[in-house]
């Protein structure tokens, strides 16, 4: 399982993001690879993820990609961070 | 090192009066600039970040995480604080209006891992987030961040 945390700068939320996502996997019990990106180099990292993790306002820059992109709406929620992903990974 | 979350916070505004989210953004890079974290140039890559990529620094309800890219306009690492006398509104779909501004700066991309670990702890927290809100002087949001550091 690889995914990818996508932000625009990759210094803030995508951090965020990645930190609650690794936490949710522990939690889930599945092994996975989280990498935090920016969105320059998430196009390209996207290509090879299994989930993307972004906003509402990037998922539309990330574009056309293989990988299942899910939009959270708040970074900080892990019950909707759970939610969203156990039903991607399932 | 890992830094901790109260150390990190270099300024605070409580209640201040932010016309629309360029000034909202403008009060946080300010608190940055006059605690020498940051230059000038920062705060308008902050504002130009949002310009670009549009308002996902509101990162929750009610909360913008205003940051750019670690650049030369970064000195050191560290956060500011920003509490909106009115909330107002960055476009955000779902997560308007905002109340409180946290301004962060990065040297590089891991440093402020920890940071911001902190960080996302404490507005998880309804209780705490409710507390620091209520909150009107720079001693109460700093116990209040401290008694975060001994649970």
């Known amino acids: 399982m690889k995914i990818v945390a996508v932000c625009g700068m990759g210094i803030g939320t995508s951090v965020l ?11 889930l019990g ?5 990498e935090a990106a ?21 998922a539309g820059e990330i574009g056309e990609v293989p990988a299942k992109v899910i939009i959270i709406d708040n970074f900080v929620d892990m019950d909707e961070i759970k939610e969203k992903l156990s039903a991607a990974i399932e | 090192m890992a830094m901790n979350l109260e150390n990190s916070l270099f300024s605070i505004n409580l209640k201040a009066a932010a016309a629309d989210w360029r000034d909202a953004i403008r009060l946080a890079g300010d608190g940055l600039v006059a605690a020498g974290v940051t230059t000038g140039d920062y705060t308008d890559q902050m504002i130009a970040a949002v310009e670009e990529h549009g308002p996902y620094i509101v990162i929750a309800p009610g909360i913008a995480l205003a940051h750019a890219r670690p650049s030369e306009a970064v000195l050191k690492g560290g956060l500011s604080w920003v509490s909106l006398k009115d909330p107002v509104n960055f476009g955000h779909a779902k997560n308007d209006p905002v109340t409180l501004v946290i301004g962060l700066a990065a040297t590089d991309h891991t440093a402020h891992i920890e940071v911001l670990k902190a960080l996302a702890g404490v507005l998880a927290n309804k209780d705490l987030r409710g507390r620091l809100e209520a909150a009107t002087t720079e ?10 550091n001994t649970q």
């Open chain 1, 38 to 58: 920016d969105i320059g180099v998430a196009r390209g990292a996207a290509q090879s993820a299994d989930i993307v993790l972004t906003s509402d306002e990037l």
């Open chain 2, 139 to 148: 001693t109460e949001v700093r116990d209040l961040l401290k008694s975060l």
């Open chain 1, 30 to 34: 599945v092994e996975g690879d989280v």
């Open chain 1, 17 to 27: 993001l990645k930190m609650n996502a690794e936490q949710v996997l522990r939690d």
